[in-house]
Every structure is written in structure tokens, then in C-alpha cells.
């Protein structure tokens, strides 16, 4: 009798824990039409880890670089680890679980974050919770998604963040019970691949009209706490073998300022790392702010973005010796099926906002 009763307390706490395992996946958002960069962090694991390089950073990586274009023109295997407003902690973390699946040749990191200090009562509408769930919700658990959630939990009152609230989702989404839409339950067990490779494409044209102006600063200098990260990073790409490569991608804003791009061309320096800063090379690129931009500028889109992974690639291949794959039977089946998607999409969209003008 007594192992009967056991066997049915083990058999209704397990249908319970499944009960609220099915109940958590409902409430938690999906991501797959509104707020698309959300899901992109989670899709990375979908991925076979052979990667030639892999992108590290904001939305200034994964909607500025084409992985196919590079594929398509070089034969360089890539993978965009971006996602809303990542801070340089995030970034570290990010590239840190990297190398637990896959070793790159070169690791790319685009360096405006080094421009956000501390998460901490910092009251900064470009640091909050929903941006740290974007990048932390869709990591896996490990050592490196705690300490990430450790670096960039927010003490704001307001918005006060607690590591309780990241092991169970179920406790910080069980309100959003009234704010559920049949994109919820379309995608309540199995969601939608949204992004190539990382890259979020988009078709989209809003041309520069005016100049994006911001204040001057009192400070120009990164904090100690942003070069500790970036000084962890150049450590950890020396430790595995692996080029890490600085880049400011061309977003016309927020404004990346002179004497921030000077500190960051005195830090390649020091530590014989490459630095790119794409701002002085539109010309080179090709960039047309009257066509290559959905925003304003602050964004490319898919042309755009084609533009400057052409430009790119030929300095991945030529200056940091990323060998030309495509000649991998494997590869190229595997790359021939991404690239179908990728044109399918860009002809589908293309087609939906034709219609729409």
C-alpha cells in the first residue's frame, strides 16, 4: 500500500510539473511576429557549430550583416550571436558559451555597447529588463547564462530584477494572461524560425531625410567596467586560438563619437587587434542612404546590409585568412538550402511591402 501511494504522489507531482511546464510555455512571450529579435539568442542552438565566424552584439550585427552573402561571394560559414541592446557583459558571456559549442577562426564584436556602464539604478530607458530577457531568456542554462544574468539583472525599484524571476518564467509572465493573442497558442510548443543565420531581414526603404543630431557629452570616456569586459574578451579569444575582430558597424545613430572612436583605435593598438570602423568606408561600401536604410539610417536593410558583407567578407578573407569553403560538398548542400530561404523570403517581402505602397 505504501509503495502505491508513493507511485501516485510521484505520478501526480510529474503530471503537475508538466501542467506548469505547458502553462510557463503558454504565458511566455513568443516573439514570432512582433518584437522578432527576441527569438533570435534561442536560435543558435538549432545550428550545427561549425562556424567560420560568429558576430557578437546588438541590432547593429544581426540586421547590418548577411551570413549569405558571405557564403554566396567568399564561402564563409557565419552566425550572428545578436540581439536587442546586448551589453558588452552579454556579449562576453555570449562569446564565453560559444566557445563551449564551436571554436570560429574569427569572432566579430560590434563595440557600441562600451558606450553603456552599469545596469545598476541606472534609470536608462536603453537598460531594462525587457532588453535583458531578449538576450538571457533564450540562452541555455549554464554557468555563463547565470553570471550573465548576475552582470545584467536591474535594481531599479520599478523594475527590480531577481534571479528567482529567470529560473521560473511562469513566475514573472503569469500575468499576461489577458494580454494573449492567437499567436500565443499558434506557437506554444513550437515556434518559427525568424532570422538567417541571426541575420533579421528587411526590405523595407525609409531614406536619411535629416541629420541625426545628439548632444555633446561631459565624458567621453568608456568605463573601467566596459574595458574589463573587452580586455575578457581579447583573453578568451587568445586562450582558444581564435582572431577577434573590433568593429563599429555604419548606423547613422545613436552618433558614434570621434573621441570614442579614438579610444577604440588606441585599444586595437595595444592589443594588436583589428578595428574597423565602417562609418569611414560608406563610400567604399556603397551605401546609399537613400535606399539602403528602413529607418533613417539607424538600421540597414537587406540591401544594405548585402552591401557591407560583401565589403566585409573580402576583408575577412584577405586580411584575416577565412578560407573559402565552398568547395565542402556537405557545405555547400547545407548552405544551398539556407540560401534558398534567404531568397524566398527576400522575394516574399519584397512583394508584401510593393503591395503595401
Known sequence: MKKKSIAIFAAALAIGLVLLWLLQMLLVPKYMTDVREGALIAEYYEEEPNHDVVFIGDCEVYENFSPITLWEEYGITSYIRGSAQQLIWQSYYLMEETFKYETPDVIVFNVLSMKYDTPKSTGSSSQREAYNRMTLDGMRWSDSKVN????????????KEAMWMYLFPL?????????????????WLKRDTVSHNGYLMQVGVKPLEDEHVERPLVDYEFAPSCYEYLDRMVEL????????????????????????D????????????????????????????????????????????????????????????????????????????????????????????????
Not at 513566475?171 to 506557437?187: G, I, K, V
Not at 581564435?242 to 570621434?258: E, G
Not at 556603397?286 to 548585402?306: C, K, R, S
Request: net charge negative; hydrophobic share 40%; with cysteine.
Open 262 to 357: 579614438q579610444q577604440m583605435v588606441a585599444y586595437a593598438e595595444e592589443n594588436d587587434l583589428l578595428y574597423i570602423n565602417f562609418l569611414n568606408h560608406q563610400e567604399e561600401i556603397g551605401i546609399d542612404w537613400n535606399t539602403d536604410t528602413y529607418d533613417t539610417g539607424l538600421h540597414l536593410n537587406v540591401y544594405g546590409a548585402e552591401k557591407l558583407s560583401s565589403y566585409f567578407g573580402r576583408i575577412l578573407s584577405e586580411e584575416c585568412g577565412v578560407a573559402d569553403r565552398r568547395s565542402d560538398a556537405g557545405l555547400s548542400a547545407l548552405w544551398a538550402e539556407k540560401t534558398a530561404a534567404y531568397d524566398a523570403q527576400k522575394a516574399e517581402l519584397e512583394a508584401a511591402y510593393a503591395a503595401q505602397k
Open 171 to 187: 513566475l514573472r509572465y503569469h500575468d499576461r494572461w489577458s494580454e494573449l493573442t492567437a499567436e500565443d497558442f499558434r506557437y
Open 237 to 260: 579569444c587568445k586562450a582558444h586560438g581564435t582572431q577577434l575582430v573590433l568593429i563599429k558597424a555604419p548606423s547613422l545613430s545613436p552618433v558614434w563619437w570621434d573621441e570614442w
Open 148 to 159: 550573465s544574468i548576475l552582470a545584467s539583472m536591474t535594481q531599479e525599484e520599478r523594475e
